[in-house]
């Protein structure tokens, strides 16, 4: 290989490329990064899977001490391409069973074709909408994660007190659950304020955490065991 063509590669290694970008009837715009090695998913003003998502959902997994807790069902609304899977079965090595729904058959399309979603074990993943999915499910689990966007926005119906109610019913009686929400602006901080004021009317007692990176992104944690 030429020097050249080595500076390249190597420039590419580290800063990174774009393998693919397309788009769906759920998101505007999507594409696949490839960067340090790795691949993540991106909508047009968020990550999707891996990246920073990761990063910030793996703080909250340590804060919690999520690795202590007895999990055999979990749930993963907006599961991606799988970043929230892989932190619990290939870092911590748990050995539950993974219900993961997505409303993006795109997203789960880019999910089996770069990041190999389909060599998690004892976990299978639903294209269904999240709200619909809760309104028919009786199961209850361990732990629920919510991880619902569209691009950087979650969705108004995944705030809302009937949605939060659906969540309650669907905790297992010692489970844990965790409510991802960016804060990027006022109207999302505003927002944040009324889902605060939700989780409390709804579970009572609840914690609240906030991890800063490039942005906010506030984790609402009920813990069933909590009392």
Same mark, same amino acid.
């Given at each position: ?5 080595? *500076? ?5 290694? $580290?800063? /990174?490329? +774009?393998?693919?970008? @397309?788009? #769906?009837?759920?998101?505007? /715009? ?35 001490? %999520? ?7 979990? $749930? ?21 069973? !993974?219900? /993961? ?6 997203? %789960?399309?880019? /999910? ?9 074990? &004892? =976990?299978?993943? !639903? ?25 950087? %926005? ?18 297992? #009686?010692?489970?844990?659950? +965790? *409510? &991802?929400?960016? %804060?990027?602006? =006022? ?10 004021? @939700?989780? #409390? ?9 906030? +991890?800063?990176?490039?942005? @906010? ?11």
């Amino acid at each position: 290989m030429g020097i050249k063509n080595l *500076f390249n590669t190597t420039y590419s290694y $580290l800063l /990174g490329r +774009i393998v693919e970008r @397309t788009s #769906s009837k759920v998101s505007p /715009g999507l594409e696949v990064a490839h960067i340090n090695g790795k691949y993540m998913l991106n909508s047009l003003n968020a990550n999707y899977s891996y990246g920073m998502l990761q990063r910030v959902f793996e703080i909250e997994f340590k804060n919690l001490n %999520i690795q202590n807790r007895n999990i055999k069902e979990a $749930l993963i609304l907006g599961f991606g391409a799988g970043s929230v899977a892989s932190i619990l079965l290939d870092q911590y090595k748990m050995s539950c069973n !993974i219900t /993961g729904i997505e409303k993006d058959e795109k997203v %789960i399309q880019l /999910g089996k074709k770069y990041f190999n979603t389909q060599r998690f074990n &004892n =976990t299978q993943v !639903i294209c269904a909408d999240a709200f619909e999915f809760l309104k028919v499910n009786k199961k209850r689990y361990d732990l629920i994660i919510v991880d619902v966007y569209v691009d950087n %926005i979650v969705p108004a119906e995944i705030e809302s007190p009937e949605f939060i109610n659906l969540l309650k019913n669907a905790v297992a #009686s010692e489970g844990l659950l +965790i *409510f &991802n929400k960016m %804060i990027c602006d =006022t109207e999302t901080e505003r927002s944040s304020q009324k889902l605060k004021d @939700t989780f #409390s009317k709804v579970f009572g007692n609840f914690q609240s955490h906030n +991890i800063h990176k490039h942005h @906010t992104n506030l984790m609402l944690v009920y813990d069933s065991t909590l009392k």
